[in-house]
């Protein structure tokens, strides 16, 4: 695993725009947060597949978990000093406290869903278990790395479903966008014995 971690170290390396969220983000303090979803997988999949690193990265995601304060009004104050960080940049970066996605969830999307009680289970949500990953930099300038899944399918253009919250149809449309972007992926089917699920993916896009 520590060669893989090294692996992705380097190849998220690549990245500019990527590296400098991860400064920026651990200048804010936030806690326990991570740099998740899209914008890592896909930086992977860009230099496999020698594209750019930013290619078809549509926004840059930042969970943390706050329980302590679940009011919108400190969440937003998260989001306002994300976004005087990020100014100059050219990327939409997305910050949200994950402890309050239970507060909101089901009047957007239909349904209730318990609360998450960390950032790792909000990833852990995600329609592909390629998607499960995050990164946050810490004091000491070292990487930290959630993957419950390992690397292997990131780096070699798997995408597996994630039947945990997910329903089939939003794990096949992401992979549908995602294979119009890099048509070099291998998308696995939908396990036919798993029941449909319920609620969408989790609070975010992911990519």
């Given at each position: 695993?520590?060669?893989?971690?090294?692996?992705?170290?380097?190849?998220?390396?690549?990245?500019?725009?990527?590296?400098?969220?991860?400064?920026r983000?651990?200048?804010?303090?936030?806690?326990?947060?991570?740099?998740?979803?899209?914008?890592?997988?896909?930086?992977?999949?860009?230099?496999?597949?020698?594209?750019?690193?930013?290619?078809?990265?549509?926004?840059?995601?930042?969970?943390?978990?706050?329980?302590?304060?679940?009011?919108?009004?400190?969440?937003?104050i998260?989001?306002?000093?994300?976004?005087?960080?990020?100014?100059?940049?050219?990327?939409?970066?997305?910050?949200?406290?994950?402890?309050?996605?239970?507060?909101?969830?089901?009047?957007?999307?239909?349904?209730?869903?318990?609360?998450?009680?960390?950032?790792?289970?909000?990833?852990?949500?995600?329609?592909?278990?390629?998607?499960?990953?995050?990164?946050?930099?810490?004091?000491?300038?070292?990487?930290?790395?959630?993957?419950?899944?390992?690397?292997?399918?990131?780096?070699?253009?798997?995408?597996?479903?994630?039947?945990?919250?997910?329903?089939?149809?939003?794990?096949?449309?992401?992979?549908e966008?995602?294979?119009?972007?890099?048509?070099?992926?291998?998308?696995?089917?939908?396990?036919?014995?798993?029941?449909?699920?319920?609620v969408?993916?989790?609070?975010?896009?992911?990519?």
């Open positions: 695993m520590d060669t893989q971690l090294t692996a992705l170290r380097t190849t998220l390396s690549h990245n500019d725009v990527l590296l400098k969220i991860l400064e983000t651990a200048a804010l303090t936030l806690p326990h947060w991570y740099l998740t979803a899209g914008c890592l997988f896909q930086t992977v999949w860009n230099v496999v597949t020698n594209r750019p690193p930013t290619h078809g990265i549509k926004d840059y995601d930042v969970f943390y978990f706050d329980d302590t304060d679940l009011s919108w009004k400190a969440e937003d998260a989001i306002r000093a994300g976004r005087e960080a990020f100014s100059d940049l050219s990327a939409d970066v997305e910050i949200r406290n994950e402890a309050r996605v239970h507060l909101w969830y089901e009047q957007k999307f239909g349904v209730p869903r318990p609360p998450h009680d960390s950032v790792e289970s909000a990833i852990d949500s995600f329609a592909s278990t390629t998607c499960c990953l995050g990164v946050r930099l810490e004091a000491d300038g070292r990487w930290r790395v959630y993957a419950p899944h390992g690397l292997a399918d990131v780096f070699n253009l798997v995408v597996r479903p994630n039947p945990v919250l997910a329903p089939r149809e939003v794990y096949e449309a992401k992979a966008r995602w294979r119009q972007e890099w048509p070099e992926l291998r998308v696995l089917e939908w396990p036919a014995h798993r029941r449909e699920g319920l969408p993916s989790t609070s975010r896009k992911n990519g």
